[in-house]
């Protein structure tokens, strides 16, 4: 997308909250790959489909900076409602606590601190929402691990599943390219889903979960 159309998108859809465009800037200005982080288009879309499927719990693998946990967390119904989200990298936890209180729904996000794949086993709850942005890696892995504690009917939205078009360049093979291209294999042969790819941005697939 170029810059012009992304201008365009930008000035005709819901404006980015103060405190989002606050973090967005912390992130630019203090974090490593602030590329990363979800910014305006995304978020609002996170925040739509958040509200669209009206989640009492939400589940996040890869916190970042906190962008997006916050964008859903704005579209839960009330404080009664969680993002729990989980984050490997400790030296981020200060920033993110900071910006959580700094935000008036800060209060509905649950910061974990800790590996994805250890913590989500000990989740004692399910969730009608799960969002992975994590590890490119291990995405099958998480999908595993995740699967279990997705409500029949809920949704598990799974953002850079088209990896800078790498994923259709068979040329391309390392590392993050192969954990990319198989998870898309894998979900694209899971009978127990409905799921489709969205080319917003890097790639953001929806997956409905039918049947356990």
């Not at 005709?12 to 912390?26: G, T």
């Not at 009492?56 to 119904?77: D, F, I, K, N």
């Not at 984050?87 to 700094?102: G, M, P, Q, V």
């Not at 949704?155 to 850079?160: A, L």
Request: net charge negative; proline share 4%; with cysteine.
């Amino acid at each position: 997308m170029n810059s012009n159309l992304n201008d365009y998108i930008l000035s005709h859809i819901d404006p980015e909250p103060e405190h989002l465009n606050r973090l967005y800037r912390d992130t630019n200005l203090h974090l490593l790959y602030p590329h990363m982080c979800s910014g305006h288009l995304q978020g609002r879309v996170l925040r739509m489909i958040t509200s669209m499927i009206a989640p009492r719990h939400v589940l996040e693998l890869g916190t970042y900076s906190g962008y997006s946990a916050l964008c859903m967390a704005e579209a839960l119904a009330d404080d009664a409602c969680s993002v729990d989200t989980i984050e490997i990298d400790d030296e981020a936890e200060n920033f993110i606590r900071n910006h959580l209180r700094a935000s008036s729904v800060g209060n509905r996000v649950n910061l974990i601190i800790g590996d994805a794949t250890e913590v989500v086993p000990t989740l004692p709850r399910d969730y009608q929402l799960v969002f992975i942005d994590a590890n490119k890696r291990q995405y099958v892995q998480y999908y595993q691990l995740v699967f279990p504690h997705v409500v029949k009917g809920g949704f598990i939205i799974v953002d850079n599943t088209l990896w800078d078009s790498k994923v259709s360049e068979q040329e391309n093979h390392d590392a993050l390219t192969d954990g990319v291209r198989a998870f898309n294999d894998y979900v694209a042969a899971d009978t127990r889903v409905s799921r489709v790819i969205l080319p917003l941005r890097d790639g953001l697939t929806i997956i409905q979960k039918l049947t356990d």
